[in-house]
């Protein structure tokens, strides 16, 4: 079987989190588990030998909360990462609640070069309504804490904030507070979502994937999740899966565990035979071929987000969901609006790729 390289490559280097959001899908946060150097070693061992490594790779380390692993532990885990993928060029992420980053944690990101993400959902009658303590305590003051020390050391970050109903009445504050932090990016994951403002500086993620997507004059090629291993999650354990990163630790009623293999005992080619994966792939894949029948986004979009069709329908093998409006539609509409504007020449267009580049998504765990 023909398989694209591996775009994003999301270790989960601890299920624990030390936050207990209201909204957090994760079932396994209190565990404490930390992952085993080697199994770091023989997942970038196999990617190399089954030439499933090509320049540009992001490796993502993410969920539960990456900072409550220690700096020591992250050497240890960069040491073959390094050595085993020598002069090829890639990148390591943070996603983080950002409220362990402190000075030192500030000098490991510096050194190594990571890229930051920060959890942030606003200030804090949105945050602290869901972003909580196990005390049940907001936990806005220590994430600004987190930015200040990464703002003092010059280290660029971009935020997340997930909006939800009680944010909807709060947009224009919610963004304005964001914009102050400074970030390089913002994006959303949306629950509810209307009006964001349009005239951004910093981006916004949701517009520039859609301004991509439609630049790029249409296709599905660059959905990351729909590909085999354009994505691929690895637990504390060393379990496997592909598509949507949220699959990893879950199970079904429809397709019991989400996981396609382990890589103490797997080779990822190998597990492309295995019947779980024809079982995901098949209806994920129907799914896709639904969207492209039935959806007139279906060029800017690619089919959607498997994880989504999942948790809202039940199965893979559906098309539109409530993520499609809010996540997708509304951007592509707003842009295609202020497309309208710029070609009648009362705005400013944004730029088109170049000859030969590839477009594609900012996913939501860069
Ligand atoms: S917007 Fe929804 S229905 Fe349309 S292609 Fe995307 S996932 Fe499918």
């Known amino acids: 079987m023909e398989v694209s390289p591996v775009e994003l490559l999301i270790f989960q280097p601890t299920p624990f989190c030390n936050l207990n959001c209201t909204y957090c899908y994760l079932p396994d946060r209190k565990d404490k588990r930390v992952m085993d150097v080697e199994i770091v070693r023989t997942a970038v061992e196999k990617l190399k030998e089954e030439q499933l490594l090509e320049p540009g790779l992001g490796i993502i380390w993410h969920a539960g909360e990456p900072t409550v692993v220690r700096p020591e532990q992250y050497a ?11 002069d090829l060029e890639y990148v390591q992420h943070f996603q983080t609640n950002g409220t362990l980053i402190d000075d030192r944690w500030c000098d490991f990101i510096a050194e190594h070069h990571i890229a930051v993400g920060i959890s942030i959902d606003g200030p804090d009658y949105i945050h602290d309504r869901s972003r909580k303590t196990w005390n049940g305590r907001g936990t806005l003051d220590k994430t600004v804490r987190g930015i200040e020390a990464l703002k003092k050391h010059g280290i660029p970050f971009h935020t997340i904030s997930v909006i939800g109903e009680a944010s909807l009445d709060h947009a224009k504050e919610i963004y304005d507070f964001l914009v102050s932090l400074e970030p390089v990016l913002i994006g959303f994951n949306v629950e509810e979502q209307e009006g964001v403002n349009q005239t951004s500086t910093p981006p916004i993620r949701e517009f520039e994937n859609a301004c991509g997507a439609i630049a790029a004059g249409g296709g599905s090629d660059f959905n990351q999740q729909v590909y085999p291993y354009r994505i691929l999650t690895i637990s504390v354990d060393g379990a496997f899966t592909t598509f949507s990163p949220e699959l990893l630790g879950m199970s079904s009623k429809a397709y019991g565990s989400l996981e396609i293999g382990n890589v103490k005992t797997d080779s990822f080619r190998g597990a492309l035979q295995n019947p779980k994966y024809n079982q995901l792939a098949s209806d994920i894949f129907a799914g896709v071929k639904r969207c492209e029948e039935t959806c007139e986004y279906f060029d800017v979009c690619g089919g959607g987000a498997p994880a989504n069709k999942l948790f809202e329908t039940g ?13 997708l539609k509304i951007p592509v509409r707003i842009v295609l609006k202020d497309l309208e504007t710029t070609l009648a020449g009362a705005g400013k267009a944004f730029p088109a790729p170049k000859a030969g580049e590839k477009v594609r998504r900012i996913s939501p765990w860069e």
């Open 76 to 86: 240890a885990y960069f040491a073959p990462i390094r050595e085993v993928l020598g």
């Open 315 to 327: 199965t893979f093998a559906a098309a539109e969901t409530n993520f499609c409006e809010q996540h």
